[in-house]
């Protein structure tokens, strides 16, 4: 009687044992294998990722030469702009360990300032009797003084850094679904 019971005790802590050990098996078996080249497909279809916009408006001045009247040219333009900051994808890295995928991006940049041609206004235009200032030039420069204006606008008014704060959402929006159940961890990298 007593050989019966431990041939039971010991037939139920093998077939317990085949469970657990068949299920863990099982489990690892179910994991899909997934590399960073493919994640990295999901998020290179675009070059850039824009995740924040400012919209800005903004005055230039410009001025050239000195003698009023005579060689002195000068107006203010004021103007609108979008301004975008995101990622470059091409900088963007990922790796995938059995319980996790870790993205790492860079700090946010401003990718673009697009000004709106049809807000731009002229004030306080003032054109010399003898240099003429070709306007369309003139505007050209004021443009790309703008461009640097509004970028640095971003910069101080925390565009850069709503972006950085953001990537965490959207990176876990893009790889969603197509991490096997892997957990996606998204880094800064340093520098």
Not at 158 to 175: N, S, W
Request: aromatic share 8%.
């Amino acid at each position: 009687m007593k050989g019966k019971i431990i041939g039971i005790v010991i037939a139920v802590v093998v077939l317990a044992a085949a469970v657990i050990g068949g299920g863990w098996y099982f489990k690892q078996q179910s994991k899909p294998v997934i590399t960073s080249s493919q994640l990295l497909e999901r998020l290179e279809d675009a070059s850039e990722l824009t995740v924040e916009k400012m919209y800005y408006t903004g005055i230039e001045e410009f001025e050239e030469g000195t003698v009023p009247l005579i060689t002195k040219n000068s107006f203010f333009m004021k103007y609108e702009a979008v301004i975008s900051a995101g990622f470059d994808m091409e900088d963007v890295d990922i790796d995938i360990t059995d319980e996790q995928v870790i993205v790492q991006v860079p700090k946010a940049k401003v990718l673009s300032v697009a000004i709106d041609a049809n807000t731009i206004e002229y004030f306080d235009t003032k054109f010399s009797l003898i240099k003429k200032t070709d306007r369309k030039e003139a505007t050209k420069q004021v443009q790309i003084q703008a461009q640097k204006s509004a970028e640095e606008h971003a910069n101080d008014k925390g565009l850069l850094d709503e972006a950085d704060k953001r990537a965490e959402v959207i990176f876990k929006g893009i790889l969603e679904g197509g991490t096997g159940g892997r957990e996606i961890i998204v880094e800064h990298k340093k520098g």
